[in-house]
């Protein structure tokens, strides 16, 4: 465990009740499972309510779409989405023959996990303390048959706690992460936190998104801003990260999350949500170390 003065690569994190350095042999195997995985990318967001989830998700359809070999890892405890918006919440997991556990496939090939699926029903509150927080999110890194792929997309909680330090504790040299606001100055702060808390643990920050950009008229597609604009692009800039770009409200996002149909798979039925999320993908991919 961390100690008051320990440090993470390389710089000063504050006592943690869950973080702490792994055993060389553990460590060992977490990077021998982990070898066949290009990319991994943290989706992470400085408060919760900002659609972070619903863009990771996204985000794994999308680039598997491409024909990438994709996992997405549902690491949210306390809010374990993934599951409905996928449409597999109650499928049951299973292990293989050396006990590593096997995560279920949507579609044709992404590979998910996500602690939803060790819950007996969706209501069940996950009332963890941050050993335990910290020994499942291990686990799901460590023992579990995730294979070759070319990116593994982690939802992490949101914040900079136990959870989201875990997760980028544990991973060796991910790709970066991405970071989802709103526009909002309260959601723009907690952001900021993000972007600092990525700094100290010497993490590339791929870029930010702003969700919930303004409203798309479902009727005549217009898009009207609800809040006021271009408050995420003056902070990216202010902060020296890259702006990806800015997903406005749509109901179809909501139905289909819902629905367990990523909006990215509604083929013909294009709108100015699907075409900035195209923008951000391809963005995204293109990322090799810092630029884009």
Known sequence: MFGKKEKANGNDVKESGSSKPQPANEQEELRNNLAGVRKKIVVLSGKGGVGKSTVAVNLAVAIAKTGARVGLLDVDVHGPSVPTMLGLQGEPLSADSSGKIIPLVYGDSLKVLSVGFMLQNKEDAVIWRGPLKYGIIKQFLKDVVWGELDYLIIDSPPGTGDEPLSVCQLIENPEGAVIVTTPQDVALIDVMKSISFCRQLNMPVIGVIENMSGFTCPH???????FKGGGAL???????????????IESRIAIRSDEGRPFVTDGEERSAANGAFDDIVGKIMKYDGGKI
């Not at 003056?234 to 406005?248: A, E, N, Y």
């Open 234 to 248: 003056k902070m990216t800039v202010d902060m020296r990260v890259p702006f990806l770009g800015s997903i406005p």
């Open 220 to 226: 005549c597609g217009t898009t009207i801003g609800i």
